[in-house]
C-alpha cells in the first residue's frame, strides 16, 4: 500500500492502541537495543528499554538485554530490578560489528538457555550532515551495517537456541523473532540498480549516497524484506523446528519523550510533537507482536502497525516484493561473507 504522510499518516498517530498483557512464566526474551541513558531525539534504545519494563512486569524466566554501550546498559538493568524484576541482565552487543555479533551469537547459543523472543529493536539514526557514508570498522555504511545487516546476522546466528526452543514448545509459547522496521520504509526508494551488483555492499559507496534521512528510510525497508524472506525460508526449510518459528515486522510510528514533546526548541514542527506517543504507548505494538497469543502465526510473514496487521509498502508485495525480498537476501548473505548452509537453510 501507499501512506499519505500527512492525513493517512496522522490519523494512525491519534489511533489509540490495545495490548493485553500475558503470562510469560517461563520464557527467555532478548531485546536488542534497551539501554538507558541520554540517547538520541529518536533512539529506539529508549523504546528497547520501555519494552524490557514491560515484559518484566509479565514475570518471565529472564530477559537479556544486548547492548553496545555497557555503562547505560547497567543502568537500566538497575531500572529494572527497581521495578521487582531481578531476573534481568545485560550482554555486550555492537551490531554494527561482525565481530561482535558473532561473538555475541556464539555466547548465546553456547549458554544453553532456551529463546522464545529476539525483538531486534537496535538501530541507528545519525544526524550528522555527511557528504559522504560513514563506515564501520568492517568498512561497510553504518546504518546498513546496524539497523539491517548486523540484525541479519544476529538472528541467523540465534537459530540454534530458537529451534532448541520449538522443539519443545506448543502454543503461544513458540519463539518468535520481531524486527523493528519503521513506517518511514513506505517512503524509501532504495535507487541501487541491479548494473551495481550486490546492493548491500553498493550502499557502501559514496556514489549511491545522498543523505542520513534517505538511507534510513532505506534500512527500515530493507528490515521488511528480510523479514519476508527469512520467513519463507523457515517454512521452506527442512529443519521441523524452523516451521514453529514467527518472524514478524513491527511499526512503532513517532515515539517521544514527555519532554521532548513539550519542548518548542525541540527540531520538529509542534503538530508533529502534538500527536507523538510516549514510550509507554508507543512501545505497544513492539509487545503486541511479542507476546500476543493471535500474532503466533509462523506460517505468515505480518507486518503490525497500531497493535494489528497492515499492509506494507507496495514495493514489498507481489512479484515485485518476491524479487527483491530474494535479493536483499542472497546480497546481504554475500556482504556478510555466509551461506545459507551455515545456518542450516
Avoid at 35 to 59: D, H, V, W, Y
Avoid at 98 to 123: E, P, Q
Avoid at 313 to 328: F, H, K, M, P, Q
Amino acid at each position: 500500500m501507499k501512506l499519505d504522510r500527512e492525513r493517512e499518516w496522522t490519523a494512525l498517530q491519534k489511533e489509540p492502541l490495545h495490548l493485553n498483557p500475558q503470562n510469560l512464566q517461563g520464557r527467555t526474551l532478548l531485546i536488542t537495543g534497551g539501554n538507558a541513558g541520554n540517547c538520541s531525539p529518536f533512539s529506539t534504545q529508549r523504546i528497547g528499554l520501555e519494552c524490557a519494563k514491560q515484559l518484566a512486569k509479565m514475570g518471565p524466566s529472564k530477559i537479556i538485554l544486548a547492548c553496545r554501550n555497557m555503562k547505560t546498559a547497567a543502568e537500566a538493568v538497575e531500572s529494572i530490578k527497581a521495578g521487582g524484576f531481578s531476573e534481568v541482565e545485560a550482554w555486550h552487543l555492537d551490531q554494527g560489528s561482525i565481530s561482535s555479533v558473532k561473538a555475541f551469537t556464539k555466547r548465546y547459543n553456547d549458554s544453553g538457555l532456551d529463546l522464545h523472543l529476539v525483538l531486534a529493536n537496535a538501530g541507528v539514526l545519525s544526524f550528522k550532515s555527511t557528504p559522504t557514508p560513514e563506515l564501520t570498522e568492517d568498512g561497510h555504511e553504518v546504518m546498513v551495517a546496524t539497523n539491517h545487516s548486523g540484525a541479519v546476522l544476529l538472528t541467523l546466528g540465534l537459530l540454534p537456541s530458537l529451534r532448541r526452543t520449538a522443539a519443545k514448545a506448543t502454543g503461544d509459547e513458540i519463539p518468535r523473532i520481531v524486527i523493528v522496521s519503521s513506517d518511514v520504509h513506505y517512503w524509501a526508494e532504495l535507487s541501487v540498480s541491479k548494473e551495481q551488483g550486490n546492493m548491500i555492499k553498493a550502499m557502501d559507496s559514496e556514489n549511491n549516497w545522498t543523505n542520513n534521512r534517505d538511507r534510513y528510510f532505506d534500512t527500515k525497508l530493507l528490515n521488511v524484506l528480510y523479514a519476508q524472506e527469512l520467513g519463507q525460508k523457515l517454512q521452506q526449510s527442512q529443519v521441523k523446528e524452523d516451521k514453529k518459528i514467527v518472524v514478524a515486522v513491527v511499526n512503532p510510528g513517532l515515539v517521544l519523550s514527555r519532554e521532548q514533546i513539550e519542548d518548542s526548541n525541540f527540531p520538529m514542527p509542534a503538530e508533529r510533537r502534538a500527536i507523538a506517543r510516549e514510550y509507554p504507548e508507543g512501545c505497544k505494538t513492539h509487545l503486541f507482536a511479542s507476546i500476543d497469543p493471535s500474532a503466533a502465526k509462523p506460517t505468515e510473514v505480518v507486518y503490525y502497525s497500531n497493535c494489528r496487521p497492515f499492509e506494507s509498502a507496495d514495493i514489498t508485495l507481489g512479484s515485485e516484493g518476491e524479487a527483491l525480498s530474494n535479493r536483499v537476501w542472497k546480497d546481504t548473505l554475500e556482504a556478510l561473507g555466509a551461506t545459507e548452509q551455515e545456518f542450516q537453510l
